[in-house]
């Protein structure tokens, strides 16, 4: 065997090796974490879907009463737009603690 495919055959295992552990620290990162929660304020809320409109992540629906709700908190970034856009102020985003969110 050469030395430049032994040096090859080296350097292929440290990256198989790498890959393995980036594949398993995106598996951790996918975990559901909540990191922000969304509250509601429903005595000034008239239902418009405003927020669930402008949500990029999808994680705002209306219920059946015709009321936002969050139904996939893990998927909130915390980008505050259905806080911004509601016209009655009656969302609020509020960013977790690191023990809350490690406790979730």
């Known amino acids: 065997m050469t030395a430049k495919r032994q040096k090859k055959e080296k350097s292929g295992k440290s990256t198989k090796k790498q890959k393995t552990a980036t594949a398993e620290a995106a ?5 559901p974490k909540e990191k922000f929660e969304v509250e509601f ?8 879907g405003i927020c669930v409109a ?3 992540a999808g994680a705002l629906a209306m219920n059946d009463k015709g009321e936002p709700e969050i139904i996939k908190p893990e998927l909130c ?3 505050t737009w259905c806080e911004i856009r509601c016209p009655d102020f009656a969302v609020r985003v509020i960013e977790k603690e690191e023990a809350e969110v490690s406790e979730a």
Not at 27 to 31: L, Q, R, S, W, Y
């Open 54 to 56: 402008f949500c990029p």
């Open 41 to 48: 304020y429903r005595d000034w809320c008239k239902g418009c």
């Open 27 to 31: 598996v951790k990162e996918k975990e």
């Open 77 to 79: 970034t915390g980008c």
